[in-house]
């Protein structure tokens, strides 16, 4: 009970100090707030990104070219070789006779041209398929697969993956730079506010340790006003999660560019990042309080 | 029973200066001592040590069971639970009514509200200031905030108060009246009560318990006796 009573009090006491020094308190909350704006944006996108590489790994193949005079003891060597390498996750192989059969039955056309050829004139290759367990790793899986005798091409639609995961990495490495930037920012502010607070309260604060309230009454104030302006904070962030994701969805309606890249459910995934954000607010702000109270508050 | 044992205490300050060489001395319960001195004589050192708002540098203290000299400053506030204090300047938040600054201690420790009224209004009747609780500290002459800050003080029953020149900023009337308000709370409540002062007019007409400090030592501790130097 009586625990609950200072806890109240302790709230009241740190609603009012956020008032009353409210001009650096709300540099303090527009500084969580854009930390928090750009922690949101990059979680969404991170996300989502980790989302549709991962359905784009599901689909994504290299596809191995073998020379035309591959006997076929020298395809089942090529097929051991494969299955060595760590990366491979699952290969089929079509043999040029059997790719020649599918390509009839797809079209007229095919069918006619293709008729005439025997197997010796066949200009088609010996292919196998192979599945990669990570794609990151797809290039080097390439590299290797190239090295192999009698392997003459080897395609995975490099340069659009590559090009996707350097340009999600880099991006990746700057929203984290600009976090921990405006992180530091961010906990330097509420550490200022709440030292204005202690000064402000010092006679105050020095009566209550005359009278013999117990450090945890002096302290939990201050406390609670760095994670009040946490929350207080991340409200915008989470407005903008909330309405805007769920725009953005419908806007696409969905995809972005056709049906390749799908973009998450709104529902449950804003309700977890509004967490998130909630979180990461109350945290930074009470980092920031305990250290001003350890530091100016010498108790 | 002895409420206050100081033994051997010495106090230096950081910058060297030795305000308290060699002190002995026991206060039993339910006395009501002046410290008594000339100015740099160490009364205020004395009276700090046995709040813990200054360590002694060697020796030992004992207030209330309690071993102040070894008291960690996380468990400090149990000792001033047991201690009300009152200072020269009142010490009284501007923004508060006389009632609000009494009841912030009850508040300050976590009291329930009708418990905190009851004690408020029964610390202001004893200080005479009951038709006062709405006042604020700037629309009261200084011997009524000085009541109020010895309402705050006792309001939480404690056994002992330290006052440390209470009555230095008070006209010898006004003085004379909270020397009595504190004689009041001595015989009434039975609190031990120590109080500084070089207000010879006061320590010679009360002719109460008197400690004479004179350049840090202890000079006199007389049961009964007026101001000398
Ligand atoms: N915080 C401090 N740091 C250094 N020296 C101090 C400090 N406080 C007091 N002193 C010194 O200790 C000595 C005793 O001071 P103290 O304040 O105890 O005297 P006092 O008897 O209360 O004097 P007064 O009657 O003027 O209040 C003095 O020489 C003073 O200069
Ligand atoms: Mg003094």
Redesign the pocket.
């Given at each position: 009970m009586k625990f609950f009573r200072m806890l109240g009090r302790s709230i009241r006491d740190a609603f009012k100090s956020v008032f009353r020094n409210f001009s650096l308190s709300l540099a303090s909350i527009s500084c969580i707030t854009i930390t928090l704006i750009i922690v949101a944006i990059s979680i969404l996108i991170t996300f989502n990104v980790q989302n549709f590489t991962k359905e784009m790994e599901k689909d994504l193949t290299i596809v191995i070219f073998l020379d035309s005079n591959t006997t076929e003891e020298e395809v089942q060597d090529i097929k051991n070789k494969l299955e060595k390498i760590n990366n491979v996750e699952s290969l089929t192989y079509q043999s040029k006779t059997a790719i020649k059969e599918e390509m009839r039955k797809e079209s007229d056309i095919f069918n006619e041209v293709m008729s005439s050829w025997s197997d010796e004139d066949n200009p088609l290759k010996d292919t196998f398929q192979v599945k990669v367990k990570e794609v990151e790793k797809i290039k080097s899986t390439a590299e290797k697969i190239k090295r192999i005798d009698k392997v003459s091409t080897v395609k995975y639609g490099e340069g659009m993956v590559d090009n996707l995961i350097v340009a999600f990495e880099a991006a990746k490495k700057v929203s984290y730079g600009m976090v921990i930037a405006l992180i530091l920012v961010t906990v330097f502010l509420i550490i200022n506010t709440i030292k204005l607070t202690i000064f402000s309260r010092k006679r105050e604060i020095s009566i209550m340790r005359l009278v013999g309230a117990s450090n945890f009454t002096i302290k939990t104030p201050f406390i609670i006003e760095g994670m009040i302006l946490g929350i207080l904070g991340s409200i915008i962030p989470i407005l903008i999660i909330c309405f805007g994701y769920v725009a953005l969805y419908d806007y696409f309606d969905g995809y972005l560019y056709s049906q390749m890249i799908v973009l998450i459910k709104p529902e449950p995934f804003i309700y977890m990042i509004s967490g998130i954000v909630l979180v990461i607010g109350i945290i930074v702000g009470m980092i920031g309080s305990s250290t001003a109270v350890r530091k100016y508050l010498k108790v | 029973m002895d409420l206050i044992r100081v033994k051997n205490v010495n106090k230096q300050?950081?910058?060297g200066?030795t305000?308290i060489y060699d002190l002995t001395l026991n206060i039993k319960k339910g006395s009501f001592a002046f410290v008594i001195?000339g100015?740099?004589?160490?009364?205020?050192?004395f009276i700090k040590m046995l709040y813990r708002e200054e360590k002694p540098t060697s020796g030992e203290i004992i207030v209330g069971g309690i071993n102040v000299a070894k008291l960690r400053n996380n468990k400090v506030y149990k000792l001033r639970r047991k201690l009300g204090i009152v200072f020269q300047d009142y010490r009284l938040l501007p923004k508060l009514t006389v009632y609000e600054n009494v009841a912030f201690t009850m508040e300050a420790l976590g009291a329930k509200k009708q418990e905190t009224r009851k004690k408020v209004l029964r610390a202001l009747e004893l200080v005479g200031l009951k038709s006062k609780i709405h006042n604020y500290p700037d629309q009261l002459s200084g011997g009524e905030q000085q009541r109020v800050a010895i309402a705050r003080a006792i309001v939480n029953e404690p056994k002992i108060m330290l006052c440390d020149?209470p009555t230095g900023n008070l006209d010898p009337e006004r003085s004379m009246e909270i020397v009595k308000v504190l004689e009041e709370i001595n015989k009434t409540c039975g609190t031990t009560i120590l109080m500084?002062t070089?207000d010879k007019e006061i320590v010679n007409k009360m002719q109460k318990e008197v400690i004479l400090?004179k350049d840090?030592r202890l000079i006199k501790h007389l049961e009964k006796g007026g101001y000398e130097e």
């Open positions: - | 300050y950081k910058n200066v305000a001195g100015s740099g004589s160490g009364k205020s050192t020149e500084a070089h400090l840090g």
